[in-house]
């Protein structure tokens, strides 16, 4: 398979503890994006890479999230003291820079549950 | 305001049947991109069709069809010849001129009937 793949798919932490997650995005694609997504909402834009390069981060990620894109290739979202809030899908897509279109491939997501 | 509005939440279409999901923007760019993502109930998010501001054609892909009206700032998707397996959710997004992020409405939850 090589589509945009997360892991792990499912997390359940207790409040206040740490979690991480990671995407590994299709091999030949330099854009790397994190979106939240909360139950019966849309996707909410988090961060976008550029290689390794964070270009963009959205008022979302509160200074208890951070990103990181170390060699250009898989990414690693962090929560750090986790809140009940924070439980929702968190969905990693990329993207190549030449697309005509510039359409989104989207990983299965990770489920995080915070207890 | 909302960038993206998808006013129903939930839709039933016979299948076979063809439905419309609606979806209204909201932008002041002129160059933007629209498009539609089916989203399973494993979680994948799947791209289904795009619609460039600057594009003169409605987009089509197989079974989708997108109907832009840019005075009225709409982007419907069709679904031709429904099938069970459309059951999903769609969502319509946005991305603004050369931006970097998607602007996602809320979602129209789509159940075809046998």
């Known amino acids: 398979d090589t589509g945009v793949s997360q892991d792990p798919r499912h997390k359940i932490t207790k409040r206040g503890q740490n979690v991480t997650f990671r995407c590994d995005p299709i091999?030949?694609?330099?854009?790397l994006y994190w979106y939240r997504q909360t139950l019966g909402q849309g996707p909410e834009f988090l961060t976008y890479?550029?290689?390794?390069?964070?270009?963009?981060k959205s008022r979302l990620l509160s200074d208890r999230f951070s990103a990181e894109r170390p060699k250009g290739s898989f990414s690693t979202l962090e929560i750090q003291r986790t809140e009940q809030g924070d439980s929702a899908m968190y969905l990693c897509?990329?993207?190549?820079?030449?697309?005509?279109?510039?359409?989104?491939?989207f990983g299965e997501g990770s489920r995080l549950t915070v207890l | 305001a909302q960038k993206i509005t998808q006013t129903q939440p939930g839709m039933f279409v016979q299948e076979k049947e063809a439905v419309t999901l609606d979806c209204t923007y909201d932008t002041s760019d002129p160059s933007y991109g629209l498009f539609w993502y089916k989203q399973p109930s494993s979680g994948e998010m799947i791209f289904l069709i795009y619609?460039?501001?600057?594009?003169?054609q409605n987009a089509t892909e197989g079974r989708y069809s997108l109907n832009f009206q840019k005075a009225r700032k709409s982007a419907n998707l069709v679904i031709s010849a429904s099938q069970l397996g459309d059951s999903a959710m769609y969502f319509c997004?946005?991305?603004?001129?050369?931006?970097?992020?998607?602007?996602f409405g809320t979602g129209t939850s789509l159940t075809v009937i046998p």
């Open positions: 897509a990329s993207s190549p820079s030449a697309a005509n279109t510039g359409e989104l491939f």
């Open positions: 091999s030949e694609h330099n854009r």
């Open positions: 997004a946005m991305r603004e001129g050369t931006g970097n992020q998607f602007y």
């Open positions: 619609q460039g501001s600057y594009d003169q």
């Open positions: 890479f550029q290689n390794e390069a964070q270009l963009e």
